[in-house]
């Protein structure tokens, strides 16, 4: 069992993303450390691009933050070792393909290993295109996190019987960002992913309130929890830890 | 070959969001563009309402003043709406409409093709919103007018660097948002399969022509063909058709804006490296990290960091050959041309203008240079005078 699967051992999970580096990597280890702290299960860290192409306003603005303050690829490998020294907790990258591609994929996925990254969601890289990725992810015992959206009909059934570490269930159109409400029918999705596959899900887009969380944990295996969070960091900068570990608390609660 | 891929290059690297769309918009292409009557009624919008084909013309005084190869221009700026982005607009528009959407929405960079994409709309009777970057609706304030005036709705794009390449980003965000009854009208062979192989192929119109028309006018091949490129379709639609005929020189002009030395420019094939981005593996300007870099060049439509996947490929297997010009040297063939045949192309185009100012006095007098004009140049002329420091109390 990967290190990821062992987070959804123990009831449902609470998956908090922040863009790494905002507003600065020593920031980053420190909020995400409050995370765990508050009973953050897996903690999604996304590596910042000059073009996010399905990120709403919030994550875009925390891109450009991280980018202003000079994260890199290099630098996050940095700071998961570092993070790595404090808890075990599984870890994952999210980050578009140009970054990985500019690396070398198997240059990227060893330094992953050696780092202790557990996995990898890259959201412009469909299942179909997943053939060039794959070998080094797999060579390194790194877990590719496939998607399923609302509109992926047919393709579940593929996407999920060849995924790995967990499915990562789009629970809306569009990019990521708050919601008041999810319009998508989530049982009906669900529903066709556990139909062929028992890997963990965890739904994620829009995801905001603790009554959120607590309705989807009836139907999901887990929770991902990114521009909600990445707002508090917005909005508290240096000082927003507290209310990170009181927010992920919280939800954490409500699962 | 793959399917939608260029060699390594192409592919579909696009949100799960979007995959089954792109998979039923590739079925409906590959059905309608085998079906007769859909191919009825695009061959007459183009004759009868872009009005094509579009002239060969023989340029003579530019041909005598450069004292080489014989000069023709294929007039895709005298086309309806004065781009070639017409050609592509009316074959996705009509796609869209046999898919049952009822809107439509595009990116645009100096406008042209957000102008043919509205035109389209209001003819066909679909709804239709323009994406443009802010610092482009400045640069084409009139444009921004014309699209409105066809009933589009222009939303001005403010992240990034309010540019081409971020006005696509958020046209790509709002078709995740919406696809069920919303078609993206992509205006270049670019982004995720099928969109740079149908472009070109609504594109390619203007290469079949121009080897007929060069075919009657000289009885041979031309020696070289001339194109802009930013994205790249005026280029790939003009070559596709020439590219088993190796004597054919096939020639991209990239914008090299204040020079590939300075950083500010969007030479892609010179300056920029392999990459993935907008759906597309292909090379774009990037910096050590895979970050896509700022772009620049005084034509708001060759302001893009990326280039076709296509256009990759023709340039690794050796086939094409991309080359820079400045802003200066763009201008300066614009003024050129428009003295010399009172053609006031677009900016655009007169980057392909330039290059062929160096190379028709080397080609025997014989041979023949066809330039790609892939549009007219009103939209262009405050901008030139701008440049020029001309104030024209706008």
């Known amino acids: 069992m990967s290190n990821i699967k062992h987070c959804f051992a123990n009831g449902k999970a609470f998956i908090g993303f922040l863009t790494g580096g905002d507003p600065s990597l020593e920031k980053s280890e420190e909020f995400i450390l409050e995370m765990v702290r508050g009973g953050a299960d897996l903690v999604e860290i996304g590596v910042p691009f000059s073009d996010p192409i399905a990120e709403g306003p919030v994550i875009q603005a925390a891109n450009i933050r991280a980018l202003d303050a000079g994260s890199s690829v290099d630098k996050l490998f940095q700071l998961v070792r570092k993070v790595r020294r404090q808890t075990t907790v599984p870890i994952v990258f999210l980050t578009y ?7 070398g994929y198997e240059e990227f996925f060893k330094t992953c290993r050696l780092a202790e990254v557990d996995g990898i969601i890259i959201p412009d890289l469909p299942y179909e295109e997943q053939g060039e990725v794959r070998p080094s992810a797999l060579a390194n015992e790194i877990d590719l996190i496939s998607l399923v959206a609302p509109t992926s009909e047919d393709r579940i059934k593929e996407i999920a019987i060849n995924a790995s570490g967990f499915l990562y269930v789009v629970s809306s159109l569009g990019v990521t960002g708050v919601r008041k409400e999810i319009t998508t029918d989530l049982p009906s999705l669900l529903q066709a992913v556990k139909a062929v596959s028992d890997i963990p899900a965890a739904v994620g887009f829009g995801i905001n309130t603790p009554e959120q969380a607590a309705y989807i944990s009836r139907l999901a295996d887990g929770i991902i ?3 909600a969070i990445v707002k508090i960091i917005e909005k508290h900068g240096n000082k927003a830890g507290r209310y990170l570990y009181e927010y992920v608390k919280n939800m954490k609660e409500a699962l | 070959m793959k399917k939608g891929k260029f060699g390594k290059y192409g592919g579909q690297y696009i949100p799960e969001t979007l995959m089954n769309e792109l998979i039923s918009l590739e079925k409906a292409y590959d059905y309608y563009k085998e079906d007769a009557d859909f191919n009825t009624v695009l061959s007459q919008l183009l004759k009868n309402y872009a009005g094509r084909p579009s002239l060969l013309y023989y340029a003579a005084k530019m041909t005598e003043e450069l004292g080489g190869a014989k000069i023709y221009l294929k007039r895709e700026d005298l086309n309806h709406t004065g781009s070639h982005k017409i050609n592509n607009v009316l074959g996705q528009t009509l796609l869209a409409k046999k898919m049952g959407k009822t809107r439509i929405i595009a990116e645009t960079g100096a406008g042209q093709h ?22 482009d609706t400045q640069r084409q304030a009139l ?11 222009v939303n001005k794009v403010t992240s990034g660097t309010m540019t081409l390449k971020d006005a696509v980003n958020e046209t790509m965000r709002e078709w995740v948002s919406r696809a069920h009854d919303t078609h993206y009208v992509l205006g270049s062979v670019m982004g995720p399969h099928p969109f740079p192989t149908m472009v070109r192929d609504f594109q390619s119109i203007i290469g079949c022509e121009a080897r007929e028309q060069i075919l009657q006018a000289e009885g041979r091949l031309p020696a070289a063909i001339v194109a802009c490129v930013g994205g790249g379709s005026n280029a790939m639609g003009i070559f596709y058709d020439f590219i088993e005929d190796t004597s054919v020189k096939l020639v991209g002009c990239e914008a090299a804006g204040l020079g590939i030395e300075t950083g500010r420019h969007a030479a892609t094939i010179t300056k920029g490296k392999e990459g993935v981005f907008h759906g597309m593996k292909s090379y774009f300007c990037q910096d050590e990290h895979g970050q896509i870099a700022p772009v620049y060049s005084i034509s708001a439509g060759l302001d893009y960091p990326g280039i076709g996947p296509e256009h990759a490929y023709l340039h690794h297997i050796g086939r094409a050959q991309y080359v820079p010009v400045t802003d200066e040297q763009a201008v300066s063939a614009f003024e050129y041309l428009a003295r010399t045949e009172g053609i006031i192309c677009a900016v655009e185009s007169a980057h392909a203008v330039s290059y062929v100012r160096e190379l028709a006095p080397s080609v025997d007098k014989e041979e023949s240079i066809i330039i790609c004009v892939s549009g007219r140049g009103d939209k262009d002329v405050a901008a030139i005078a701008r440049y020029r420091g001309v104030d024209i109390n706008e």
């Open chain 2, 143 to 153: 444009n921004v007018f014309r699209m409105e005036l066809l009933g589009a709705k």
């Open chain 1, 97 to 103: 393909l140009n970054p990985v591609y500019h690396y």
């Open chain 1, 225 to 227: 929890v990114g521009s």
């Open chain 2, 114 to 135: 957000g102008v043919a994409a509205a035109t389209a709309a209001a003819l066909l009777g679909l709804e239709c919103e323009i994406f443009m970057g802010l610092e």
